[in-house]
């Protein structure tokens, strides 16, 4: 038996499967945190006041001997003390400086109330809206007041005099930051805000009522004590007297100082504090032991901080300003040091405990392993890195292996961005730092929380090429999450390491479409970087690899480009000088759906462009609105056909004018027509009448000459040789058409008209031209309003009425104002205004006609985008424009911007969607934990299971039973057009005219659903697709449409896709409609009916392959495939069963003709296995050929009226269904097993005349429909 991975069935492919498929298109929902700072502050101003008076212990304070005595480092009793205080106060600035070299410090040493004031205010004064630090020392006078006063001195040093807090908040002002070193400084901290709030209250009493103003902002400032209230700096003499500050300053030598008092060494024992003074290294050097140290502890501190802290407290402390970022890295060491003292220090705004985290421990290790080589580097051998960082790397690998976003965070993240910095490590980094992005865009948020984005940025100055695919992915990563960081890009030049990858052929073709992504981004709605890429020649670029075989980076090369020119002048003309347009024209027929909708969007983008309207500008926009009408109208895919419509409403706002006067002949005649009352034949696809036919009015082309600048003949008819008429839109030629244009369909033909549809040629010279061209895009979007996706339908319908309403709201408006005029003679040369004439029927007047223009002003005929206000009244004026605007609009910045859009879709931003999505994962691979998976598994060996009952289904037809035993009997509302059995579940599916219901094995009616057919037609077809896995259901009706639905069974099914597999059948009830057959294995569709192709589907590229001509003038009744070759079967309704060979070309594909039958032929089955083709016709012989001969070597006769005709797949039986009212099934040697007249539980009721039957795939199951509505199970087996 197989293994469950063996089964067939994981061989087989799924169809409209794609994501394009399974997802709404729209732009993805990702909730970007706000990683950027509001506002970047700086600490630009310090003062730094030491209260020391050395010598002179203060009076609260009772110090033990010996006691703690350094202050930064220095022993104030070795030298005399004001110099000794001169020294502290200078080592103290160069501490801070190390932290920030640019600051302007300020000492005062022991000072006077006086003092204090003068220096604050000068310091908030000179740093205007920067922070300012206050760092207090009071080692030397009293503890601070419970009334919040803290002590300077008086001028002769003979008192202590008490400073309000109260006072010093007004001097410092906001934004700023106190450090307070002094015993009981908790006081000071609480006292503060105390303060802050007194502040707001008297604020607000003395200007509350001034608008306008805001409270001053002391609650929000920083505050960093030593410890709480009631608590004293320790004493402890190995200890520095400053402790606080010497960890806030010097946190590298201080933690030295400190493991080594801990005598907590492992690895060496004999470490004097002495030696802790001569570790060699510069901090800021991170090759020497010293500046490896002082890097550990930044990266150590700040996971600590980023894992413990809320996100927005630590973007305010860690990352807006780098003083204050140190200042707090270092206080978390404070805390840990100084707790071990009894001492807990405090901050304003507080942080939770971090002592106690498990970092610390690899902190201490590496202080450990740092010491252990202290002696043997001091003596002068070479010093080993610390293993820190490639240890956190694999630590965090290891968190990958697993990562998810229901996990905590990894801890190592704030590691990974330090190491960035490092060469050594830099391309792991980057290669971990791309897994973890991957993982979703919240991955991408905690990166960018974490502060990765400046170093990911100054990345790119690298030249190293190992960092380009890492590079390029992270940047894919991060845009797709938040497009914001193309500001920061073209700011820093960014865009030319994204342009160099592009262009690099050495490149994979995946890294150029993150590449292609990038550059998207950075042109998406800005307008710097479009100028940025210009410049950088993106548009050659992009261009010269539109041919690449690689199908997303087609995609996104159209896209960027889009982008680029999308409502930029200067791009749009560099594009077309490139011939872009042109190149752009190949991928309307590429295999991949997303690449022609990017095309089409690209397309759309040129049109939307607001360019100067010159002769050149109408060429190129003629040339790509006839090109996307004439080719992308049929296209197979509903995501196309959608970009189609917002494209081709760009052009109908270009020319708006001469669309308006378009819309309104249409409706004139459609309503005299309606009038008239005359029949016309429907074509599908244009409803109601949408051939091109020439405009046989006289009057309706005398009114639209009025309107339009054109000559006599634009719309008359006449035929201008080698013009292209599109094809999947125009009907076949009618009696009503004397004559057609000659057909054009390739783009290389529409090319040589002299560019795309003419470049280079003037339209005003081609009358029948334009007048094709605007009703060529008219006529398309009223034939996408009768489009059988929903969607597609609301949106070409939303344009043709909003341009129906501005026609009839013209005509109206003139003809209100008409009877003000009195009728004029025809217009003369001078440009007077002239009036209809009373030929015309009174009801539709056009009071206004233009002179024709001089031959100089031709091609400014139709510039409606830079002559034509959209808010003027319709053909209030026409194309002409006095001198002065005319002389202004000289430059193309000056031309009218685009209007707004009408309709919209969000295809590009679900495009984008794609790099939010792991994409490291290979695509073969699949999760077999997964509960998708092992659901699919189950389907699998389910499936086999009936695969092997179905053996057991063979042995009762050798045993003689016979198929009549009916198991269910139950009546629809309407008759059923067509019925089909799943293969693997108990379920029948039976159409009616313009809906489906669902039927259970009891006969049970489990639900019914509208197809959504238009009026007047019925469904002909019915497949199951995916039937071994999560089935689909398609639906096929006699206007030639396809519908594919999915939870077809559910009130919220879902429209998979939906498309016109036959443009221009005739829809006739006495005709076969539409024929279509399925081939899984393929995923090909083949359909026919009522025309005379046979048309092959590849529902993976969701567009036509072939069109097979079937070489009869009868309709095509029905389809078989031979679902493994290319052999394919057509019975006709004059009689004849045709063979097909896909694999020739379309006029020789055609490689057999089966003559036998003298009537209409019900159905052929073509069965490999045997290689024979079976065929019946309605007067109820059934033939049976052999592959290759041309005569039947077995006839069976079943009777006559044979309406439908079933084969079983599987087994050697057939069944016929006739008007004489029963069902016959025969073996294939014509022995009957099965002969059924009456319904079972409907006492003597006949069968009704049938109207469709199907066997069921694997079971020895026949189901019946009859007009009389009743639908019938029949089967070997009794009913239960």
């Known amino acids: 038996e197989d293994e469950p991975s063996d089964l067939p069935d994981w061989k087989v492919p799924l169809a409209l499967s794609e994501p394009r498929h399974t997802e709404k298109i729209l732009a993805q929902s990702i909730s970007t945190q706000t990683w950027r700072m509001k506002e970047r502050m700086k600490t630009v101003s310090v003062a730094l006041v030491m209260c020391l008076n050395i010598g002179v212990d203060p009076p609260d304070v009772v110090k033990t001997q010996p006691c703690a005595r350094l202050e930064c480092w220095i022993d104030p009793l070795q030298s005399p003390p004001q110099k000794a205080l001169e020294a502290i106060g200078a080592a103290l600035q160069k501490q801070y400086e190390r932290w920030q070299s640019r600051a302007r410090y300020k000492l005062s040493l022991d000072p006077t109330v006086e003092e204090v004031k003068k220096l604050c205010t000068s310091l908030r004064r ?88 805001s409270p001053p902002g002391y609650r929000h400032c920083i505050q960093l004590a030593a410890c709480r209230q009631n608590q004293v700096l320790p004493m402890n003499p190995d200890l520095p007297a400053d402790l606080f500050t010497t960890c806030l300053t010097t946190p590298v030598q201080m933690a030295l100082r400190w493991f080594v008092l801990q005598n907590s060494s ?61 200042l707090f890295r270092n206080f978390l060491l404070a805390e840990r040091i100084m707790r071990v003292y009894n001492c807990q220090p405090v901050s304003q705004p507080a942080l939770p405990p971090t002592f106690r985290h498990p970092m610390w421990a690899a902190w201490d290790l590496a202080l450990d392993q740092c010491l252990a080589q202290l002696a043997q580097v001091q003596a002068g051998h ?68 974490v502060g990765i984005f400046p170093y990911i940025l100054k990345l790119l100055q690298s030249c190293a090429r190992e960092l380009r695919p890492l590079l390029v992915f992270i940047w894919a990563k991060i845009l797709a999450v938040d497009m914001s960081c193309q500001v920061d890009l073209v700011r820093d030049n960014g865009h030319r390491y994204f342009l160099s990858v592009l262009s690099d052929p050495y490149m994979p073709a995946e890294h150029r479409t993150m590449a292609a992504f990038v550059m998207s981004c950075i042109v998406c709605g800005h307008p710097s970087g479009q100028e940025a890429a210009l410049k950088g020649n993106v548009i050659a670029l992009c261009t010269e690899q539109l041919q690449d075989g690689h199908a997303r980076l087609r995609q996104w090369l159209a896209v960027c480009l889009g982008r680029t020119w999308h409502g930029y002048s200067a791009a749009r003309w560099c594009g077309i000088r490139d011939s872009a347009h042109e190149k752009l024209y190949s991928l309307l027929a590429d295999p991949v759906p997303e690449v022609r909708a990017a095309a089409v969007f690209a397309l759309g983008t040129i049109l939307n462009c607001p360019a100067k309207r010159t002769d050149h500008a109408d060429t190129i926009d003629h040339g790509i609105g006839m090109n996307l009408a004439s080719t992308m109208a049929g296209d197979g895919s509903p995501l196309v056909r959608k970009e189609l419509v917002v494209s081709l409403q760009w052009l109908l706002f270009v020319f708006e004018n001469q669309f308006i006067a378009v819309a309104y002949q249409y409706f004139e005649e459609e309503s005299t027509k309606a ?64 004559e057609r244009m000659r057909r054009v369909s390739s783009s290389t033909s529409i090319s040589s008209l002299g560019g795309p549809l003419g470049v280079g040629t003037s339209f005003g010279g081609s009358a029948l031209g334009l007048g094709c061209i605007y009703n060529q895009v008219w006529r398309t979007l009223v034939s996408l309003g009768s489009d059988p996706h929903p969607q597609v339908a609301s949106m070409a319908k939303t344009l043709v009425q909003a341009f129906k309403a501005k026609a009839l709201s013209s005509f109206d408006s003139k003809k209100s104002r008409r009877n003000s005029f009195s009728h004029s003679e025809p217009s003369s040369p001078s440009g007077k205004v002239s009036y209809l004439t009373e030929d015309s029927p009174p009801n539709h007047h056009i009071n206004m006609v233009r002179p024709p223009l001089p031959p100089a002003m031709r091609g400014q005929q139709y510039q409606h985008a830079a002559h034509f206000i959209r808010t003027r009244k319709i053909f209030d004026r026409g194309p002409d424009v006095p001198a002065s605007v005319a002389e202004d609009d000289t430059d193309d910045q000056q031309s009218v911007k ?42 699998y060996l389910r499936n086999r299971k009936a695969r092997i009952r179905a053996r057991n289904e063979r042995r009762k037809i050798e045993e003689g039973a016979r198929l009549e035993e009916q198991q269910f009997c139950s009546s629809s509302t309407t008759p059923p057009m067509c019925l089909v059995f799943h293969p693997y579940e108990a379920e029948l599916c039976i159409a009616d005219r313009d809906s489906y219901s669902l039927w259970d094995e009891h006969g049970t009616l489990q639900s019914t659903h509208s197809n959504d057919n238009l009026p007047q037609t019925r469904i002909t077809a019915l497949h199951y697709l995916n039937a071994h896995d999560m089935p689909l259901l398609l639906t096929g009706s006699d206007d030639g449409a396809v519908r594919v639905w999915r939870n077809y069974s559910s009130s919220s099914r879902d429209l998979v896709t939906a498309f016109q597999a036959l443009g221009d059948t005739a829809s006739t009830t006495k005709g076969a409609g539409m024929v279509l057959d399925w081939d899984q294995e393929s995923t090909t569709l083949i359909a026919s009916g009522d025309v005379r192709v046979i048309r092959i589907w590849d529902t993976e590229q969701e567009r036509k392959i072939l069109d097979m001509p079937t070489g009869t003038d009868s309709p095509i009744t029905s389809l078989s495939t031979d679902h493994e070759g290319s052999l394919l079967v057509a019975g006709c309704g004059d009689g004849t069963v045709r063979v097909y060979d896909r694999r020739l070309p379309p006029s020789d ?27 019946g016709s309605v007067s109820g012989d059934v033939r049976f050929w052999e592959l290759g001969q041309t005569t039947s070597h077995r006839t069976v006769k079943t009777g006559t009226d044979v309406t439908a005709m079933a084969v079983h797949p599987a087994f050697d039986i057939f069944a016929c269904g006739s008007a004489n009212q029963q069902i016959s099934v025969f073996n294939d040697e014509g022995q009957s097993i099965g002969h059924i007249k009456h319904h079972d539980w409907f006492i003597g009721q006949r069968v009704g005349s049938v109207a469709c039957l199907a066997f069921h795939p694997l079971k020895m199951c026949l189901a019946s429909g009859s007009t009389d509505t009743i639908v019938s199970v029949y089967s070997t087996d009794k009913r239960h």
Not at 399 to 415: A, H, T, V
Not at 912 to 936: A, C, I, M, V, W
Request: charged fraction near 20%.
């Open 126 to 213: 000179n740093s205007k809206e920067d922070r300012v630090l206050f760092h207090y020392n009071g080692h030397g006078v009293p503890k601070p007041t419970g009334n919040g006063e803290i002590w300077v001195f008086n001028r002769s040093y003979t008192q202590y005099i008490p400073l309000s807090m109260y006072d010093l908040q007004q001097w410092m002002g906001a934004p700023s930051i106190y450090v307070y070193d002094c015993s009981a400084a908790g006081l000071i901290l609480e006292s503060f805000n105390k303060f802050a709030v007194q502040h707001e209250r008297e604020f607000e009493i003395s200007l509350g009522s001034v608008k306008g103003q």
């Open 266 to 326: 492992r690895l060496v024992q004999e470490i004097t504090l002495e030696q802790l003074d001569r570790v060699p290294g510069q901090l800021h050097d991170r090759r020497t032991m010293l500046g490896e140290l002082n890097w550990i502890f930044t990266a150590i501190t700040d996971t600590i901080a980023w894992n413990v802290l809320p996100r927005a407290l630590f973007q305010k402390l860690f990352r807006q300003d780098l003083l204050v970022a140190s």
């Open 382 to 449: 070479p010093f080993r890195h610390s293993p820190f960082f490639a240890e956190q790397l694999t630590a965090f690998q290891v968190w990958l292996s697993i990562g998810s976003e229901r996990l905590s965070p990894p801890e190592q993240l704030p590691i990974v961005l330090q190491v960035l910095l490092s060469q050594i490590h830099r391309l792991r980094a980057l290669d971990l730092l791309g897994r973890f992005l991957d993982l979703g865009p919240w991955a991408v948020n905690l990166a960018l929380s």
């Open 675 to 738: 009038e008239v009352a005359q029949p016309a034949p429907k074509h599908f696809l244009n409803p109601p009448d949408l051939t091109l036919s020439p405009m046989k009015r006289v009057a309706s082309r005398e009114r639209l000459n009025r309107l339009l600048p054109i000559p006599t003949n634009i719309l008359s008819g006449t035929v201008v040789e080698g013009f292209p008429e599109p094809a999947p839109v125009v009907a076949p030629a009618s009696p009503a058409q004397p």
């Open 898 to 939: 685009a209007a707004p859009p009408l309709v919209h879709t969000g295809f590009v931003d679900w495009c984008s969607s794609y790099f939010t999505r792991p994409l490291l994962k290979n695509p073969g691979e699949q999760d077999t934990e997964s509960s998708s998976y092992q659901q699919r598994e189950w389907r």
């Open 1149 to 1175: 594909c055609r490689i057999m003709t089966l003559r036998g039958h003298s009537s209409w032929v019900v159905n052929v089955h073509l069965e490999v296995r045997d290689r024979r083709i079976i065929s």
